[in-house]
């Protein structure tokens, strides 16, 4: 917020001066993570090509040497594999971060059954990072099993154990002390057993 926006809001000088400041404090820790978490990534992406680079030259000073060039053949390759199982990783991160985003725009009740329902092959992530192939099983889910799926129209059903035209949670009519619904009770059938 601008200082224009908190004067309009009835804020004192010293009010604004002092939310600015606290403001200020978490844009700049916010700020500073962030600039820590590019450098990381800038030095790892520097790291991976140095190693890339490094292999390279390793190749071409390895000439004659089959052994030598095996082992940097196989470097070489496990070096492919781990950046391509990472985004292999943050592909399917991503996919199932969108996938619960979409459940839950859906009203689903419960993630874990509703996705344990879809056919996970037919899912896959877009190129725009939407989930294609999941809007034709949602709609087919809410016609075999609506129960999986909240409904505005629906009220909330009642408590277990509610009986109508009692107090739900005692499941004893309205102003009646529940001790002395048992005693009274207690007494009907202690006079029932009497007259037997």
Do not use: W
């Amino acid at each position: 917020m601008t200082r224009e926006e908190l004067k309009a809001l009835g804020l004192t000088d010293e009010q604004i001066e002092a939310v600015m400041k606290s403001h200020g404090t978490v844009v700049n820790a916010t700020k500073d993570e962030l600039a820590t978490a590019v450098s990381e990534r800038d030095s790892y992406k520097t790291q991976l090509t140095d190693r890339d680079t490094q292999l390279e030259d390793l190749r071409g000073k390895a000439e004659g040497h089959a052994d030598l060039q095996s082992t940097i053949d196989a470097l070489k390759q496990a070096n492919e594999d781990a950046k391509n199982a990472h985004h292999a990783e943050l592909s399917n991160t991503k996919l199932n971060y969108e996938l619960d985003q979409a459940l839950l725009l859906n009203k689903a009740r419960n993630l874990r059954a509703v996705r344990a329902l879809l056919d996970s092959e037919v899912i896959k992530l877009g190129e725009e990072g939407k989930v294609v192939g999941l809007s034709e099983q949602l709609e087919g889910l809410k016609v075999s099993d609506p129960y999986l799926f909240a409904d505005d129209t629906q009220q909330t059903p009642p408590p277990v154990g509610y009986v109508p035209g009692t107090n739900s949670k005692h499941n004893t009519p309205p102003n009646v002390d529940p001790y002395e619904a048992g005693r009274l009770k207690a007494l009907e059938r202690h006079k029932k057993e009497e007259t037997q």
